[in-house]
């Protein structure tokens, strides 16, 4: 060892020292003495590193607590952190989808807090189950005659599936084998339940004589998949779900649909695109239909399923149930959510996700208003910033072809150079509350149809963003 790297080792404080410096009592307090410790020694071993490859000293040695500071605020950061959904996309999966309405973070807060009756029935009636109460109030919404809650959607398809006709044939539309998102596809979801995948018709094309000369002694669903997340435009032809259903009865096969989203709610009523309605497809005599709770419904991560009371029954009874079963979090705050359903009035101002696809372009466009003097006073420099008229998207497999005329904040570079767009948006989603946005036509777009927190915002592109 080299003299020099003597005294350098030498000039390393101990541990010991570094607890008793008074710079390191906030973060004893803050962090606890022994992830203070940890970290301490992670950074002694990394300065040790630094003497015998580079024979310095790193240059935060100069400061041990603010060092040992940055690494815990790095560390220390949630799994999910708060940010600005400037997408344009209202129910994005990769940002969580719905935002719940106060009166389901209310809920879901007490059966966090308190012990609540999840299966446990105060008149002593034993009725069973944890979803009973909410699927009362389900029937109530749907007129179906009972229902089944599970972790999501795609559990909700498999269950069914797997519960009404593993080792049997299920006949799918060729036009309906729909992939959700990369892990989620109907001809591997048929796989995972057992079942044996009939598809009947063409891509573009489906009668009801398809199916029929499909059914066979082995067949145990007709299934039908909501294209949720695409549109086959042109010489098209799909068979109507009350048709399936005459064919189910003559037959004796029960018919299911994979709604994917659905509303219970008729969107066209709130000037917005028609979705399919659960309640429609239970009047037409479907026997089952499964639909998200974070979609269109607007509350939280669940699949729901409503049907015939047998049926239901099977779902209930089968072991997959148990192991899809949604917590006491998730029912309370879905039952809220439907609770707010039964007041139809209250409902786009309470729910968020319908308030914000229900925004008008001229409200958006005052928020832009207000907010684009301040944004372009600290960009101009670099940037042209305007008001853009844009197009917002529903999202999550939701109504796909259709887009909602929105208004965004847009920052272009005067440079023109990629380069600067890209370090615009990479500092952008480096902020303490990181904001979304998209890059596109040389531009970067803060679409500001999900924004209700507009002060929030600007602090954080005014004070927080580095010039
Ligand atoms: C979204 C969707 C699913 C999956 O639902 P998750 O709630 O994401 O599990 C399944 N089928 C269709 C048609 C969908 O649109």
């Not at 959904?85 to 209202?90: A, D, E, R, S």
């Amino acid at each position: 060892m080299s003299a020099d790297s003597q005294t350098l080792y030498s000039q390393l404080p101990s541990v010991d020292t570094l607890l008793r410096d008074e710079t390191f009592q906030p973060l004893l307090e803050n962090y606890g003495a022994q992830l203070v410790t940890q970290t301490l020694r992670r950074l002694q071993q990394q300065a040790r590193d630094s003497i015998r490859v580079q024979q310095q000293l790193p240059a935060w040695c100069e400061n041990w607590a603010l060092a040992v500071d940055h690494q815990l605020s790095l560390s220390q950061k949630d799994a999910l952190q708060q940010v600005f959904n400037l997408t344009g996309t209202v129910l994005h999966t990769n940002l969580g989808r719905a935002l719940l309405a106060e009166q389901a973070i209310d809920a879901s807060v007490m059966a966090m807090r308190h012990s609540v009756t999840l299966e446990y029935d105060l008149d002593g009636a034993g009725r069973g189950h944890r979803d009973r109460a909410i699927a009362d109030r389900l029937c109530e919404l749907t007129g179906a005659e009972d229902a089944c809650i599970v972790n999501n959607n795609a559990a909700a398809v498999l269950l069914m599936l797997a519960a009404l006709a593993s080792h049997k044939q299920v006949i799918v539309s060729r036009g309906e084998l729909v992939e959700i998102g990369g892990a989620f596809r109907i001809p591997d979801v048929m796989l995972q339940a057992g079942c044996e995948l009939t598809e009947v018709g063409t891509t573009n094309r489906t009668h009801l004589k398809d199916y029929r000369q499909a059914i066979n002694e082995n067949t145990a669903l007709l299934m039908k998949v909501h294209t949720s997340n695409y549109a086959i435009q042109g010489f098209t032809s799909a068979v109507e779900e009350a048709e399936l259903v005459t064919l189910g009865r003559e037959t004796g096969v029960p018919v299911i649909t994979d709604l994917g989203s659905g509303s219970l709610i008729d969107m066209a009523a709130y000037g917005l695109p028609a979705e399919p309605m659960p309640q429609k497809l239970i009047a037409d005599g479907v026997d089952l239909v499964s639909f998200s709770g974070d979609k269109l419904l607007g509350g939280p991560q669940a699949g729901i399923i409503v049907g015939k009371r047998a049926l239901i029954e099977q779902l209930q009874n089968h072991p997959l149930k148990r192991a899809l079963r949604c917590g006491k979090m998730t029912l309370a705050a879905l039952d809220a959510t439907l609770q707010l359903y039964q007041q139809p009035e209250k409902l786009a101002q309470a729910l968020p996700t319908l308030r914000h696809m229900t925004r008008t372009e001229a409200e958006i466009h005052a928020c832009a208003e207000r907010l684009l003097p301040p944004l372009q006073q600290r960009f101009a420099k670099q940037f042209n910033v305007s008001i853009t008229p844009c197009q917002s998207q529903i999202g999550s497999g939701s109504l796909p072809v259709d887009r909602l005329p929105s208004i965004a904040i847009t920052l272009m570079p005067h440079s023109g150079k990629g380069g600067e767009l890209e370090a615009l948006s990479q500092q952008c989603r480096a902020l303490s509350r990181p904001v979304i946005g998209r890059i596109s036509e040389g531009k970067l777009w803060l679409d500001l149809r999900c924004l209700e927190d507009e002060k929030g915002l600007l602090h954080a592109l005014l004070q927080e963003l580095r010039p």
